[in-house]
């Protein structure tokens, strides 16, 4: 159930890009919070700023001005070793165009985070397992990305973001690049992953059928954030 008010907070952050003449200013004073158990999705125009604000999100993307803070950890106040090391334990992120491995096998793109990890090769192999059945591709982890399908790739890619355990899933157009099957496939991994695992997940999206399988979408426009409304949705 989602709880725990401001698991993720964003507190008057302004950030822009470039330099000089060219700076263009994407977001001034926002202020966002979301409960830990939540399933966010943003929409929003092209340019708006969904992926620097998951970018933020991910400690990618270090903030001009204001407080970004996740489980208490403040993001805007740690170098970029203390955030690198932050993002393997805390955060998995799912990518539109999968960011598999091609020469590793599904079982091997999905071992990739737990080589930082202190565990045998047996744990290892045990956590890659789990996932890959959590996902339906028990039988698919001798398979190079080649042989699967774009459903099947991306649910690869959602088997890595999770077999670290993370609390945070941030999903970068989940279904972008997939067909309408495929799609319901991997939402309903998202939806399960939340619902029953309790992880709080937040999704840029410019699909409507997937912003409507988050518990709450949020419209992101000329720097400010809206509820969105019906006709964003339909
Ligand atoms: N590294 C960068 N350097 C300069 N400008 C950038 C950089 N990254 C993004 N921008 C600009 O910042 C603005 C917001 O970009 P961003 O990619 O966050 O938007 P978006 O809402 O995700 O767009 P889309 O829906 O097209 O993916 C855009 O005008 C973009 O050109």
Known sequence: MPGSPGFIRLDGV???????AGRVAIFSNLSLEIPRGDFVAIMGPSGSGKSTLLNILAGLDPVD????????????AMGEDARAAWRTTTL?????????????????????????RPLSGRERRERVATVL????????????PREMSGGQRQRVGIARAIVTDPALLLCDEPTGDLDRRSAGEALDILGRLNRELGKTIVMVTHDP??????????HLDK???SPAGPEVLS
């Open 14 to 20: 302004s950030k822009s890009h470039g330099r000089g």
């Open 65 to 76: 001005a204001g407080r970004v803070a996740i489980d208490g950890c403040d993001l805007s």
């Open 92 to 116: 998995g992120i799912i990518f539109q165009f999968y960011n598999l491995m091609p020469m590793l096998t599904a079982a091997e793109n999905v071992e990739l985070p737990l080589l930082l």
């Open 133 to 144: 059945d959590l996902v339906g591709l028990g039988g698919w982890a001798r398979h190079h």
């Open 209 to 218: 059928a997937a912003a409507r399988s988050a518990r709450h979408v949020l």
């Open 223 to 225: 720097g400010a954030f």
